[in-house]
């Protein structure tokens, strides 16, 4: 295919697209949830349990319902007893259906006791501060590692109920899940190795802190139906959620998805939008919640914490043998998410370590507690494994006296292998051996490895990790895209996939562009609404260029077959005696043509519908991005203090679509990975209360902070992918943390396994 037809540029893979947004949200549109909800919203607030543990006894609203302005209260008396979960999942969900929209129990500080509805904030708050509730007080468990099999129940209600029993849930032992994967004599194989490291390793519960707070406004249609405009990442799952939630069928919700100020895995959980629903169901009223930064961070949806054992046997040559992974998760008072990110944790760390290995086994424990229902967040469960299994093989570098990237370049997954902890795949398409040797070189590895001090005293250091993600869910997540041939011969692409800032507007229409010859400019992309648009699992688990994109390629194909014979009609010819050249159908002999303009007229005049196409794609794969990344870092010995000095990532996302929006993203994901290794403290007191409710307490690394970050890509080419492409929006945050915490090992001999590193705990390990 030409890049230049009549002058004009055609295609966009592999080009520096600008976003299709720009404009708008440079310029201040109003594009957000908040921008465009009507003026006479009901404000919608709640009322927050103070309590980690408890029942009500008694709530009084009574002088509340009084005060000027309200227009209703809701408290458990109010809503349907049916349960449902929050997980934005396809369905039937691997979450445990545990949560009502207000419950008499309540199970986490923040759990909301009543919903308050009134014509202003201020009105709301002020009428929260008369209700009146008595509240039994219970014992909580606040550590995972107590909750299973405990006395204290977390979820005792009859009508908790799991959808899918293989995972293990039970509530009468605080099981959200546990299951084992292995393939091999795992304890054979340990035994036969000449060393075994084995250790713990946690990562904590990190915020994905978004810019745009968790919000939604909800109104009633002139059909009687429910409207929700939300700022979500799953609009279709969004829309089954509020269904069942509110005990309606789903064809009585209508969801619409406006632009979204970032997400992070945070709005892949239906936070807050069964609030202002049921408001509306009651009133017959628009209503709008927006969290506060204090609700987003105390009653959300942040990255499981989770606790990693790993045993890793190997031979004295460096040979990896054998790997024994047991995962416990924390999920929090409800079970979001819990039974899927878990398992991430082993089959996408495990698997980077097949080339020699023997055996392996992966065993998991999600677990509920009395704390801040967890969620789902970039990586969603694959960068804590990955922490655990890539720190353990840092230590068995350190143990063999080996340089970790070479002991990496011996034992890494090759393109063709076979990945049996990869839920059995092959490795399709795999560079994850260029990118050691590509990050190697830009970081200069062999110069810098392990150490230097410098004249103030202070110590240079290095270290690597690797990472492996997936590209969508196999034989679950699906996508569709319909393309219209407009009257004056431009396209207009439907999708069902959520932009929430990362392009994927801009890259599905570059792949358009590319299929049907034509520039960018000329596909128009319209957003989400479950209406209209086809469906679409929702933006995550990394799928939307993979999974939407093949679907795009596929109703490219389509659409062109139909432009084709409708220009061949026109031409007065056979299909086959007539050549599609982007901007028009051509006669063979090049002697006559028809514009698509004429082709999409011709058609409606003749009383036709619309040239159009509407495909939906799957995959029975998921094919893995792979990534190396180089930390340096500068440590103060006499205070302990680390910081970033220089990072270098390099990614094989398969074919880049859009290397602008690709490097982006890589260069964000690399500051997030940061934060956690470093910065990211989430604290809670004894009663289980969330310290850390604010950016004054929870800290994450702002521009100045930003160390250099240097990125390149490494192009494999994926032949079940869209031009060959792989996803690139999880995996970028997962090197971080295991290689900053071996370049802190290099420079001083302290082993950090539970973040985050801190120069307490730096400090602390040099005296000891």
């Given at each position: 295919?030409?890049?230049?037809?009549r002058?004009?540029?055609?295609g966009?893979?592999?080009?520096?697209?600008?976003?299709k947004?720009?404009?708008?949200?440079?310029?201040?549109?109003p594009?957000?949830?908040?921008?465009?909800a009507?003026?006479?919203c009901?404000?919608?607030k709640l009322?927050?349990?103070?309590?980690?543990?408890?029942?009500?006894e008694?709530?009084?609203?009574?002088?509340?319902?009084?005060?000027?302005g309200?227009?209703?209260?809701?408290?458990?008396k109010?809503v349907?007893?049916?349960?449902?979960?929050?997980a934005?999942?396809t369905?039937?969900?691997?979450?445990p259906?545990?949560?009502?929209?207000l419950?008499?129990?309540?199970?986490?500080v923040?759990d909301?006791?009543?919903?308050v509805?009134?014509?202003?904030?201020?009105?709301?708050?002020?009428a929260?501060?008369?209700i009146?509730v008595?509240?039994?007080?219970?014992?909580?468990?606040?550590d995972?590692?107590?909750?299973?099999?405990?006395?204290?129940?977390i979820?005792?209600?009859e009508?908790?109920?799991?959808?899918v029993?293989s995972?293990?849930?039970?509530?009468?032992r605080?099981?959200?899940?546990?299951?084992?994967?292995?393939?091999?004599?795992?304890?054979?194989?340990l035994?036969?190795c000449?060393?075994?490291i084995?250790?713990?390793?946690s990562?904590q519960a990190?915020?994905?802190?978004?810019?745009?707070?968790?919000r939604?406004?909800?109104?009633?249609?002139?059909y009687?139906?429910?409207?929700?405009?939300?700022?979500?990442?799953?609009?279709?799952?969004?829309?089954?959620?509020?269904?069942?939630?509110l005990?309606?069928?789903?064809?009585?919700v209508?969801?619409?998805?406006?632009?979204?100020?970032?997400?992070?895995?945070?709005?892949?959980?239906?936070?807050?939008?069964?609030?202002p629903a049921?408001?509306t169901?009651?009133?017959?009223?628009?209503?709008?919640?927006?969290?506060?930064?204090e609700?987003?961070?105390?009653?959300?949806?942040?990255?499981?914490?989770?606790?990693m054992?790993?045993?890793?046997?190997?031979?004295?040559?460096?040979?990896?043998?054998?790997?024994?992974?047991?995962?416990?998760?924390?999920?929090?008072?409800?079970?979001?998410?819990?039974p899927?990110?878990?398992g991430?944790s082993?089959?996408?760390?495990?698997p980077?370590?097949?080339?020699h290995?023997?055996?392996?086994r992966?065993?998991w424990?999600?677990?509920?507690?009395?704390?801040?229902?967890?969620?789902?967040?970039?990586?969603?469960?694959?960068?804590?494994?990955?922490?655990?299994?890539?720190?353990?093989?840092?230590?068995l570098?350190?143990?063999?006296?080996?340089?970790?990237?070479?002991?990496?370049?011996?034992n890494?997954?090759?393109?063709?292998e076979?990945?049996?902890?990869y839920?059995?795949?092959?490795?399709?398409?795999?560079?994850?051996?260029?990118?050691?040797?590509r990050?190697?070189?830009?970081?200069?590895?062999e110069?810098?490895?392990?150490a230097?001090?410098l004249?103030?005293?202070?110590?240079?250091?290095?270290?690597?990790?690797?990472?492996?993600q997936?590209?969508?869910?196999?034989?679950v997540?699906?996508?569709?895209?319909?393309?219209?041939?407009?009257?004056?011969?431009?396209y207009?692409m439907s999708?069902g996939?959520?932009?929430?800032?990362?392009g994927?507007?801009?890259?599905?229409?570059?792949?358009?562009?590319?299929?049907?010859?034509c520039p960018?400019d000329?596909?128009?992309?319209?957003g989400v609404d479950?209406?209209t648009?086809?469906?679409?699992?929702?933006?995550y688990?990394?799928?939307?260029t993979?999974?939407?994109?093949?679907?795009?390629?596929?109703?490219?194909?389509?659409l062109r077959k139909?432009?084709i014979?409708?220009g061949?009609?026109?031409?007065?010819c056979?299909?086959?005696?007539?050549l599609?050249?982007?901007?028009?159908?051509?006669?063979?002999?090049?002697?006559?043509?028809?514009?698509?303009?004429?082709?999409?007229?011709a058609?409606m005049?003749?009383g036709?519908?619309?040239?159009?196409?509407?495909?939906?794609?799957?995959?029975?794969?998921?094919?893995?991005?792979?990534?190396?990344g180089?930390?340096?870092?500068?440590?103060?010995?006499m205070?302990?203090?680390?910081n970033?000095?220089?990072?270098v990532?390099?990614?094989d996302?398969?074919?880049?679509?859009?290397p602008n929006?690709?490097?982006?993203?890589?260069?964000?994901g690399?500051?997030?990975?940061?934060?956690?290794a470093?910065?990211?403290?989430?604290?809670?007191?004894?009663?289980?209360?969330?310290?850390?409710?604010?950016?004054l307490q929870?800290?994450?690394?702002?521009r100045?902070?930003?160390?250099?970050?240097?990125?390149?890509?490494?192009?494999?080419?994926?032949?079940?992918?869209?031009?060959?492409?792989?996803?690139?929006?999880?995996?970028v945050?997962?090197?971080?943390?295991?290689?900053?915490?071996?370049?802190?090992?290099?420079?001083?001999?302290?082993?950090?396994?539970h973040?985050p590193?801190?120069?307490?705990?730096?400090?602390?390990?040099?005296?000891e």
């Open positions: 295919m030409s890049e230049q037809k002058g004009r540029v055609i966009g893979v592999g080009k520096p697209v600008p976003k947004d720009a404009p708008a949200l440079l310029t201040g549109k594009v957000y949830t908040a921008d465009i009507p003026k006479d009901l404000c919608v009322l927050h349990s103070p309590h980690a543990h408890a029942m009500i008694e709530i009084d609203v009574s002088r509340a319902q009084k005060m000027p309200v227009a209703c209260i809701l408290t458990y109010d349907p007893d049916v349960r449902f979960t929050q934005g999942q369905y039937p969900e691997f979450s259906y545990d949560r009502l929209i419950d008499r129990h309540l199970r986490c923040g909301p006791v009543a919903i509805a009134a014509e202003t904030e201020k009105q709301a708050l002020a929260m501060k008369l009146r008595k509240y039994q007080v219970l014992e909580a468990i606040l995972a590692k107590q909750a299973m099999d405990n006395q204290t129940l979820h005792p209600e009508n908790w109920r799991a959808l029993p995972c293990g849930a039970d509530n009468r605080n099981l959200v899940a546990m299951g084992e994967d292995a393939h091999g004599d795992v304890e054979a194989e035994a036969a000449d060393i075994v084995d250790q713990e390793y990562t990190n915020q994905q802190c978004m810019m745009e707070t968790f939604a406004f909800t109104r009633m249609d002139y009687g139906r429910l409207e929700i405009v939300s700022s979500t990442q799953v609009p279709f799952h969004v829309r089954r959620i509020i269904a069942t939630a005990d309606i069928p789903k064809s009585r209508r969801v619409v998805k406006p632009r979204i100020g970032g997400g992070f895995g945070a709005k892949q959980t239906a936070v807050c939008e069964q609030y049921i408001v169901m009651k009133t017959g009223r628009p209503a709008m919640i927006i969290y506060t930064r609700e987003s961070m105390t009653l959300s949806s942040p990255r499981h914490a989770m606790t054992h790993v045993r890793l046997g190997a031979m004295k040559d460096g040979t990896i043998r054998a790997i024994d992974l047991h995962t416990l998760s924390n999920s929090g008072a409800y079970g979001e998410h819990g899927t990110t878990v991430l082993g089959h996408k760390s495990i980077l370590y097949t080339h290995m023997k055996a392996f992966f065993a424990h999600t677990v509920y507690t009395n704390t801040m229902s967890a969620g789902a967040y970039r990586g969603y469960g694959a960068t804590q494994g990955l922490f655990a299994v890539e720190s353990a093989v840092n230590e570098a350190h143990a063999l006296n080996m340089d970790p990237a070479a002991l990496r370049e011996h890494i997954v090759r393109e063709g076979a990945m049996p902890a839920y059995g795949e092959t490795a399709a398409s795999c560079a994850v051996d260029r990118c050691i040797a990050a190697k070189e830009m970081i200069g590895w110069k810098k490895y392990p230097r001090t004249e103030n005293g202070h110590i240079r250091a290095v270290g690597m990790a690797l990472a492996m997936g590209s969508g869910i196999s034989n997540d699906t996508g569709a895209v319909m393309i219209r041939l407009g009257d004056d011969g431009i207009n999708i996939a959520t932009d929430m800032g990362t994927c507007d801009t890259i599905l229409a570059q792949m358009a562009a590319q299929s049907l010859e960018v000329n596909i128009t992309v319209h479950t209406d648009s086809p469906y679409d699992c929702g933006s688990a990394s799928s939307t993979y999974v939407t994109g093949m679907a795009v390629v596929k109703t490219c194909e389509e139909k432009i014979r409708v061949a009609q026109l031409l007065d056979a299909e086959g005696e007539v599609f050249e982007g901007d028009r159908v051509v006669k063979a002999d090049a002697s006559v043509s028809v514009t698509l303009a004429e082709i999409a007229n058609h005049m003749a036709y519908e619309d040239i159009s196409a509407c495909i939906s794609s799957g995959s029975p794969v998921s094919p893995p991005p792979f990534m190396c180089c930390a340096e870092i500068d440590l103060d010995p205070t302990g203090e680390v970033v000095v220089d990072y990532g390099v990614v996302c398969g074919t880049v679509i859009n929006l690709a490097m982006r993203q890589t260069e964000g690399l500051l997030q990975g940061i934060g956690m470093l910065y990211e403290r989430p604290t809670l007191d004894h009663l289980g209360r969330t310290v850390s409710n604010s950016f929870y800290k994450i690394p702002a100045i902070d930003a160390p250099s970050i240097r990125v390149e890509f490494e192009p494999s080419y994926e032949p079940t992918g869209p031009f060959g492409a792989k996803s690139i929006g999880e995996i945050i997962n090197t971080p943390s295991p290689a900053i915490a071996d370049a802190v090992y290099n420079a001083c001999g302290v082993r950090v396994r973040l590193i801190t120069s307490e705990k730096v400090l602390l390990g040099e005296r």
